[in-house]
């Protein structure tokens, strides 16, 4: 319940803040300045990812290094330490208010919520019931008079940008799987580099680190380079750029996993696992779902199907002249990994069942299991990164094991150990004969090795350890990195830029927006399990992506750019309600003429024109920011 009442109030705090900052920064930059604002948003996206940097860091250290209120990690510092900091920066933004160009909403702003969809209709209707009105410009006219044509005007720009934000949910629903799809990814990966670990959530540092040198790097390099060639001057054309690299970002990953898949034996989707492991001292022939005999001469056999559903094992065991022959029913469900150990218990041949499908460790991590045989005596058990000689000192212990039990599952770092198997008369040690690698699930089999109170001890892996290096992830972080920059970045200014200016909030709040329905695509496309195979999952998003971006590319080559300065230089204010007669709000529609369109801009009849924003140039107070294009400049 409260961690349902703390993201309600996180989800109501950042729909406050995140459409209102990136605007409230945008509205320092007086007409004079205006040309400033790519660079300010430029800026601004810095900061916010050198925050996420310090978080994605600093995180995991305080939950997994730090001990706490009787536990092995400590969440509460992990959620304390963001909360601390974030009332330290509330502090200081509230010193500098004095500073600040504070742009005071007016009195119905609130109801800008409301008033927008009521005149899109509105307009509407009187589009259907009056026909086409010469003199009209664009369907919001139609709102006069019930709305003043200052407002209808701003819907219209308005309703310009939404429509070009349409197709964006599909950028973010391949950006936010970083988190999401790309850990899942690391997880199966190998995290080492020398005596040093990356954890599988760390690896998204990559992202905010990549943008902190991207974004001076485009600011001061690319941007400049492609500018002189009259390319990626336009935010829309930077837009189009960073969707495609995208999709090349995601066929990237989808080709990485099937080289996972080639290498390891992780499971797939339809498939389960049982592993057959012979715990006595003598040879035992098994027949697995009607198929052939097989002799468990390696004491160990691991088998993948798809085969579901109730399974038969039958067992004989040769114990000199004498056969013993045994019966044992598993109920085989997709993703489980069984374990059957036979075994015997009052000279009966027994089957003991545990599913290491429950305990897959972090991929930084082994996960060690032991299970101990029919022997007479209980055991005590360590492994120890060095030669043991106190079971209290080990990684992992287990104490006072009878017969034929399971000890308890932990997770241990990765590397070679060795062990100690102890009773009150008996005590044994050694070193396991493999090192136990990242991912890799693990069963030690203590075992009687046929004589008076020997015990065998052998290490056997319910899967393959992880093989491929988790940097090999960087290309594809990098790629959609320059792609975030690219998008993101000149989205923020785009949504800012040719909003009016009394729906500067509103705009960025469609442009958030964007984000909640790719995120819902995700959620769509993962719970209808459409893919059996994750590469597929990954170049279908990258397929996706391709297509849209050539949509968004058609669309913004019939994109008409307002001139941000002009907006800024002309807005009036206006009343919206009605008025008694005459002005700009009239009611009574002109004989021959029911809607005449006036710009709510001064006359100025050139707001929207074929406007390109130059971020590059020095400012100039008296610099003409209405530059044409020629005819060798890129339309988009």
Same mark, same amino acid.
């Given at each position: 319940? $409260?961690?349902?009442? +703390? ?12 459409? *209102? ?46 001990? *706490? ?5 400590? &969440? ?6 963001? #909360? ?29 919520? &409301? ?124 837009? =189009? ?11 990237? +990953? +989808? ?55 109730? /399974? ?27 374990? $059957? ?33 029919? =022997? ?11 030669? *043991? ?22 997770? =241990? ?54 093989? %491929?290096?988790?940097? $090999? ?11 975030? %920059?690219? &998008? ?18 509103? *705009? ?24 059996? !195979? ?5 170049? &279908? ?23 941000? #300065? /002009?907006?800024? +230089?002309?807005?009036?204010?206006? !009343? ?50 209405? %530059? ?9």
């Amino acid at each position: 319940a $409260l961690t349902g009442i +703390a993201l309600v109030v996180i989800a109501v705090g950042t729909g406050g803040i995140k459409p *209102c900052v990136s605007a409230f920064g945008g509205d320092q930059f007086t007409k004079e300045k205006v040309a400033l604002l790519p660079l300010f948003f430029s800026v601004f996206y810095f900061f916010i990812n050198a925050g996420s940097l310090v978080s994605t860091l600093l995180t995991p250290v305080l939950r997994s290094y730090v001990e *706490c209120f009787g536990q092995d990690t400590c &969440f509460p510092l992990a959620f304390g330490v963001p #909360a601390g900091l974030m009332i330290v920066s509330l502090l200081i933004f509230l010193v500098g208010t004095k500073w600040y160009v504070i742009t005071r909403p007016k009195r119905d702003a609130a109801l800008l919520f &409301f008033q927008v969809p009521a005149s899109v209709f509105y307009a509407i209707y009187r589009r259907i019931t009056l026909g086409k009105v010469p003199g009209t410009r664009n369907f919001m006219d139609y709102a006069s008079p019930r709305f003043s044509d200052k407002f209808a005007f701003d819907v219209y720009l308005f309703l310009r940008v939404v429509v070009m934000l349409l197709p964006l949910p599909v950028f973010w629903a391949l950006f936010d799987q970083q988190g999401s799809r790309w850990t899942l990814q690391a997880l199966r990966m190998d995290g080492r580099i020398g005596k040093f670990v990356i954890e599988p959530d760390q690896v998204q540092a990559l992202n905010p680190i990549f943008i902190l040198v991207l974004i001076a790097v485009f600011e001061t390099i690319v941007y400049p380079v492609f500018g002189y060639f009259k390319l990626l001057r336009k935010p829309l054309q930077r837009m =189009v750029v960073g969707m495609f690299l995208a999709g090349v970002a995601f066929f990237i +990953a +989808a080709v990485l996993e099937l080289h996972i898949q080639s290498v390891s034996d992780n499971l797939q989707k339809g498939e389960s696992r049982v592993i057959i492991t012979n715990t006595l001292p003598m040879p035992v022939e098994i027949q697995f779902d009607n198929g052939d005999p097989y002799n468990l001469t390696d004491i160990n056999k691991r088998m993948t199907t798809k085969n579901l559903g109730y /399974k038969d094992l039958n067992i004989t065991v040769y114990e000199g002249s004498e056969i013993k022959e045994g019966y044992y029913q598993v109920n085989v469900m997709e993703g489980d990994i069984i374990q $059957l150990f036979i075994t015997t218990q009052d000279d009966e041949i027994t089957v003991i069942e545990e599913s290491a499908s429950e305990w897959f460790p972090n991929g930084d991590k082994a996960s060690v299991n032991v299970f101990v045989g029919d =022997v007479d005596i209980r055991l005590n058990f360590s492994l120890c990164p060095k030669k *043991c000689s106190d079971i209290s000192k080990g990684d992992y212990k287990a104490y006072n094991l009878p017969s034929n039990t399971y000890g308890n599952e932990t997770e =241990v770092s990765v590397g070679s150990y060795h062990y100690l198997v102890e009773s009150d008369d008996y005590q044994s040690n050694g070193s396991l004969p493999r090192n136990l690698g990242p991912g890799g699930i693990y069963t030690i089999v203590l075992a009687p090795d046929g004589t008076d109170n020997g015990i065998n001890v052998q290490l056997y892996g319910a899967n393959s350890p992880n093989q %491929v290096s988790v940097f $090999l992830q960087i290309p594809m972080y990098f790629i959609i990195t320059a792609g975030e %920059v690219l &998008f993101s970045v000149n989205g923020l200014d785009f949504a800012y830029s040719q909003a009016p200016p009394s729906m500067k909030s509103l *705009c960025q709040a469609a442009w958030l927006l964007t984000v909640a329905f790719g995120n819902l695509m995700v959620v769509i496309i993962a719970e209808s399990s459409a893919f059996d !195979n994750q590469a597929h999952e990954f170049f &279908f998003f990258a397929a996706a992506i391709v297509a849209v971006c050539i949509l968004f590319a058609v669309m913004s080559y019939f994109y008409k750019y307002i001139d941000p #300065a /002009k907006l800024l +230089a002309n807005q009036t204010d206006y !009343n919206p309600k009605f008025e008694e007669s005459g002005g700009n709000n009239a009611s009574v529609i002109p004989e021959n003429s029911p809607l005449i369109y006036r710009s709510p801009y001064n006359g100025d009849e050139n707001v929207m024109s074929d406007f390109e924003p130059e971020t590059h140039t020095p400012v100039d107070p008296k610099l003409d920011l209405s %530059v044409k294009e020629t005819d060798s400049e890129s339309k988009f």
